[in-house]
């Protein structure tokens, strides 16, 4: 069996990936900043009778990332599989965010990273046949989120960070893979509104209000379980063929397709309105909300001009009176998407 370590296992996505390697009796090392969160842990642990190991390990401390990685090289000469799951968000505008919060983002979701690569990679490259997943997620394969750019530009610094050293890695028996979570049950976007802090008067707390609401419902309504993800993890590290890049759940797969086709980010942004007023309930500027409409699928309907999307998705933007009025259909769904985008004016 292997010996696996995982950080950020207080909750989530670390937490049911901690249990499932030990279902599958790993030697399993479950790590987290506080010790004091780890009962839910131990409490399902117990449950199953399953063996876990606690350890205290800040990835934004070089010392603790040292000191439990060192534990575990002392006990079993290497670690086979790292997963860096440990991250953070913090919701704000560029212009407004301070910037102590900005850098606690990174700290964790790159920098953290690269303290555990950087202490765990020699005793693995020595031993091989070991394994660093990086949980990423699909922020990390799409523009640029507004009012999370710090998770989204730690997302993508995080995705490049992991195929820069796949090459690096290139016949030496260590393989390197990202698990890339859309929308699933966790406690990330209550802990991001709470952690977000602006600097002064925001003169963007509507449309930062307008888009976290977005988030929290998206979560709500469409957010899979964690044990989809730690199931994808546990697949990542068994499989020897497994991509670089893992995307999970539905959500991620259409968002990275729908983003694609776009193909700018200029071509992006008003798609990426659109999806949002389609969950919107409260309209900003008094419009009528696209709302989400079934219609039998029409065989004689030829699709929009443009590449064909993976899920059958095809997108179209029109202007009538200076409107825009947005289609988002799948002839084989047989799904539209229609109306006019509320979002507030500045």
């Not at 065989?299 to 064909?308: L, Q, R, W």
């Amino acid at each position: 069996m292997s010996v696996v370590l995982i950080t950020g296992c207080s909750s989530g996505f670390g937490l049911e990936s901690a249990l499932a390697f030990a279902r599958r009796d790993h030697t399993t090392y479950a790590t987290m900043r506080d010790l004091a969160k780890a009962d839910t842990l131990v409490d399902r642990a117990a449950a199953e009778n399953l063996d876990i190991e606690l350890l205290a390990l800040d990835v934004d401390d070089a010392t603790s990332v040292t000191s439990a990685i060192g534990v575990v090289q002392a006990r079993h000469g290497a670690i086979d599989i790292l997963v860096n799951n440990a991250g953070i968000d913090c919701f704000g505008s560029v212009e407004t965010t301070d910037l102590e919060r900005a850098r606690a983002v990174m700290e964790t979701n790159f920098w953290g990273p690269v303290r555990t690569i950087q202490a765990a990679l020699p005793a693995m490259r020595a031993k091989g046949g070991a394994v660093i997943i990086n949980v990423s997620s699909v922020s990390g394969s799409m523009p640029g989120t507004p009012y999370s750019s710090w998770y989204s530009a730690s997302k993508h610094a995080l995705n490049a960070l992991s195929e820069a050293l796949f090459i690096e890695l290139d016949g030496i028996d260590v393989r390197v893979a990202c698990v890339d979570p859309g929308f699933f049950k966790t406690e990330m976007v209550r802990n991001s509104r709470a952690r977000g802090k602006a600097l002064r008067s925001d003169p963007y707390e509507a449309d930062q209000a307008w888009l976290v609401d977005f988030f929290e419902k998206s979560v709500e309504a469409l957010g899979g379980d964690p044990v989809d993800v730690a199931e994808a993890i546990v697949r990542a590290a068994d499989d020897p063929e497994a991509p670089v890049h893992n995307l999970v759940g539905q959500s991620a797969s259409t968002l990275v397709d729908l983003a694609r086709q776009a193909g700018s980010v200029e071509a992006w942004l008003p798609l990426a309105v659109s999806l949002v007023e389609a969950r919107s309930p409260v309209p900003a500027r008094g419009d009528e909300p696209i709302r989400l409409h079934h219609r039998s699928p029409d065989p004689t309907e030829t699709a929009p001009p443009g590449p064909p999307m993976a899920v059958g998705l095809h997108w179209a933007v029109d202007r009538s009176d200076d409107h825009r009025v947005n289609h988002w259909f799948g002839a084989r769904a047989g799904l539209v998407l229609t109306g006019r985008p509320t979002r507030r004016t500045r």
